[in-house]
């Protein structure tokens, strides 16, 4: 069977994490350039298909497409790494340090901002056709979207930022699923299934994804949205990526992990059934 025990893809996390720990500068930018803009292109596929349709569900059916591409191509998202690198760390992996740990998520955060940011010019460029006329209905909408939910946040104070801050948590609780998710399979179906049913709930549920602001708020601000770059900061990206840390790393990696990869020994008396069954599995050594 294609389905891979918990047991065996916790081990799998951590050794992902190591890995990415290692990872060269000049690898860990390209695949994380190239994971930024493909999830910011799904992202523009969603709200197109969204505003075009009227109905958010389909948008939200169609953009982990975008996803699980990036992950089958071994392309890395911040959200991902905030799960993975730190159970590399908690297990003592060999040469993973608090600073290499923070190198990872520095250079991550970099390349998918850069690889999100060519493609909200380049859909700015296309919405507006080269800034010579307005935004479409999509430009539009992609500039609502950024005003309402920072301007909208901010208009709450408080209770504003512990929202936006929650949704940042469930967001990532979500696509982390999904990450594990490619480790639960070795067939392409069942990778692709399990990554795809956790990130259409985020998406759907309008949960906040560090990576896919980076794409949203920009363009929002180049197509005329009502709202500046220190909004976005405070009252989205910033809180966003503290929460996409938080939730990734509390409620999959951590969990899994103590569950999983460093479970409690069992201590249940063994039955009769369970202590015959040793014995006959145990061959018996005869002499001559």
């Known amino acids: 069977m294609s389905y891979v025990k918990p047991s065996e893809f916790a081990v799998k996390m951590i050794d992902a994490g190591e890995a990415k720990v290692f990872l060269s500068t000049r690898d860990t930018l390209i695949r ?40 089958l191509m071994g392309f ?24 290499s740990m923070l190198r ?15 493609v909200a010019v380049m859909m700015a460029v296309i ?30 104070g408080a209770a504003g930022m512990l929202t936006l801050f929650i949704r940042g948590v469930l967001c990532n609780w979500m696509v982390s699923t999904g990450v594990v998710g490619a480790m639960m399979s070795t067939s392409l179906p069942g990778k692709v299934i399990a990554m795809w049913m956790p990130v259409m709930l985020f998406f ?52 899994l992990y103590l569950t999983h990869a460093r479970t409690a020994p069992d201590r249940r008396p063994a039955s009769h059934d369970e202590t015959t069954e040793v014995d006959v599995a145990v061959p018996v050594r005869t002499t001559t």
């Open 32 to 71: 994380a350039f190239m994971a930024g803009a493909i999830l910011a292109l799904a992202a523009a596929f969603a709200v197109t298909v969204t505003v075009r349709t009227g109905e958010p569900l389909l948008g939200a059916l169609l953009f982990p497409v975008g996803f699980v591409l990036l992950y």
């Open 204 to 255: 759907y549920m309008g949960f906040e994804h560090s990576i896919v602001n980076m794409f949203l708020f920009p363009s929002g601000l180049m197509l005329g949205g009502d709202f500046s770059i220190a909004d976005y900061l405070v009252w989205n990206e910033i809180p966003t990526v503290i929460g996409n840390l938080v939730g990734g790393l509390t409620f999959v990696g951590l969990t």
């Open 76 to 99: 890395d998202l911040l959200t991902g790494v905030f799960t993975l690198v730190p159970l590399a760390l908690i297990d003592r992996r060999r040469g993973v340090t608090v600073k």
């Open 127 to 156: 919405l507006t056709y080269g800034f010579s006329v307005g935004p479409d209905e999509v430009g539009r909408q992609l500039g609502e979207i950024g005003h309402s939910r920072t301007v909208g946040y901010a208009e709450h």
């Open 104 to 118: 990872n998520f520095g250079l991550v955060f970099i390349g998918n901002l850069l690889g999100a940011i060519l």
